[in-house]
């Protein structure tokens, strides 16, 4: 992580710590260093979390290897749809005339920031045609470039403005008719008229990281670089390479090359030189006019790279800017160089590309809803992302790198995020535990209550067994008048259980006591008027006798004989 991740983030917080991430790159250059800063061990066997590889490992091996999901490789597999020079401006031709076809006119005239091109030796004749009739039009003078499709740093690439040039390449050094396959070239007009700045010529390397072509992710790095010609600019001049092209490879042979700028400079140093010659707005709309070119490139292709979540792309951007501060797409480079040749380059392409290993996020801190993260910026998201109304800019390109300050900021709000998100962890695993720890007790009672109710249970289920049901007390019918009255209880008998083997006969002398002991549970819970009523029935007392009536009135209302007396003095 970055240093700012590292210092503010505790170890048990991440989802995947850093020391234990390990990487595999053949590269010996800003981008070993830039990994090694991070901390991440270095492997040669197939055991990694990222790779930094060769364009020529994803051609060959990458199609016929499967990769684990949490590793990470820095190309697409068919990037080269939008780095290879033909395939780039095909793509761009293919996807303008699809938006004629669709009338979207408007959109498709947007897509005028590459040169007329033409693809050789295929589109030969075509473009014979087209510098005969630009000679009839008094444009003979109008210079051609040509470029190698699959060559970089300069290599191969000359200009020429006579058809006599490219006739003698023909036949002679490149396009042999008896030679099976011919080297493929592409020919683009010339931008004749290039902005220039002290008398020089320059074009500026911008950076854009692709991390999903669906939906389509772009993050813009703020900080990139004018580099510039040590030779002052002759139109005349076409043979002389060290005037015409940029390219650091050829500069660094020069005799007038500056060992220690490196004929370069930083990008918002040129952004402020524009604006105090062309003014802030017209130089505001040229850099907000670069952006889009970038955005519309990688449109034009996003439905035919194929989409890989184990892939990413940090593509280095060519653009040219002509008199009137127009850009120009010279080239979009797969895997720009990361060699640098100063101690700002240097700090400057380390510091890209620990961004970069940032916005990939193999330690899962980040929660991918950032809008800046370092020095990128995201520009797009399914759709481009454009600033509020009341913002002083119209991009971040070029604009003061707030990396260090950003970083900081950022990795203070994720060490706050993951530390709450750790501790509410703890606190649902402590409160879970302890909700298993009653369960098990509650389970553990209704396991001691089943075991203690064991010897009642085998009682009932033998009683059951033999025939004998459970006591219930039920409501008496009422038959005759020597019932109790309707709605009285039966109640219960005191007679002992017998032995289960004599449980199921009962005697006659026991049916007797059973009886009698009823009869005296009745008359123990009988209210004296219910008494009264019971023995006047019981006597069958139809005749008026006074005083035997008052006799027995008085033992059932239980007077004693003392009280009979008291009364009678």
Known sequence: MSEYFRKYIKKEHYSNHYS???????????????????????????????????????????DHTHLQ?????????????????????????????NL??????????????????????????IFCEEFKRQSQNG???????????????????????????????????????????????????????????????????????????????????????????????????????????TNVAIQKTSDNYDEKLGGKWNLQTLKLFL?????????????????????????AVQKIIINDKHCFELYGFDILLDASLKPWLLEVNASPSMTSNTPIDFELKCGLLDDVFTIIDLEKVLTGNE??????????????????????????????????????????????RLAQTYQEIQTKSVG??????????????????????GPQSMQNGINNKIGMQPKQNSIIKRNGTNLPALGTLQYKTNVKRQPLQNAVQVQPAQIQQINSNKKINEEQTLTPNQKLQQLTIDNKLSTFQPYKQQSQYNDVMGMSNRNLQRNEE
């Open 20 to 62: 234990n991430l390990k990487f595999k790159t053949s590269f010996r250059n800003c981008i070993l260093e830039a990994l090694k800063r991070r901390q991440w061990k270095e492997v040669e066997g197939d055991d990694w979390d990222i790779m930094w590889a060769e364009k020529e490992w994803i051609h060959e091996v990458m």
């Open 69 to 97: 999901p949490n590793q990470k490789i820095n190309h697409f597999r068919n990037h080269y749809e939008l780095t290879r020079k033909d395939l780039m401006i095909k793509n761009l031709k293919r996807f303008k005339r």
């Open 100 to 125: 004629e076809r669709e009338n979207k006119m408007e959109e498709a005239n947007n897509y005028n920031f590459f040169p007329q091109t033409f693809h050789l030796p295929s589109e030969y004749p």
């Open 139 to 245: 444009e003979s003078k109008t210079p051609w470039i040509m470029k190698p499709i699959g060559k970089s740093q300069g290599k191969g690439i000359f200009i020429f403005n006579k058809i006599q040039s490219i006739s003698q390449w023909k036949n002679t050094l490149r396009f042999n008719q008896e030679a099976q396959q011919a080297e493929s070239y592409i020919v683009q007009k010339y931008i004749a008229d290039p902005l220039l700045i002290g008398g020089k010529k320059f074009d500026m390397r911008i950076y854009l990281l692709c991390t999903s072509y669906q939906p389509l992710t772009l993050y813009l790095y703020r900080t990139g670089f004018a580099r510039f010609t040590h030779h002052r600019y002759d139109n005349e001049d076409i043979s002389n390479t060290y005037v015409h092209l």
């Open 275 to 299: 604006m105090t010659k062309f003014g802030q707005e017209k130089v505001a709309e040229t850099f907000y006019n670069i952006q889009m070119l970038m955005i519309r490139s990688l449109q």
């Open 371 to 416: 809008e800046q993260i370092g020095g990128f910026d995201l520009v797009c998201k399914g759709n481009p992302i454009k600033l509020p109304l009341n913002s002083t800019f119209t991009t971040y390109l070029g604009s003061f790198n707030n990396r260090q300050q950003q970083l900081k900021k950022i990795a203070k709000s994720t060490a706050l």
């Open 432 to 453: 879970d535990g302890s909700k298993n720890q009653k369960e098990k007790e509650e389970k553990e009672k209704q396991q001691q209550r089943s075991t203690s109710k």
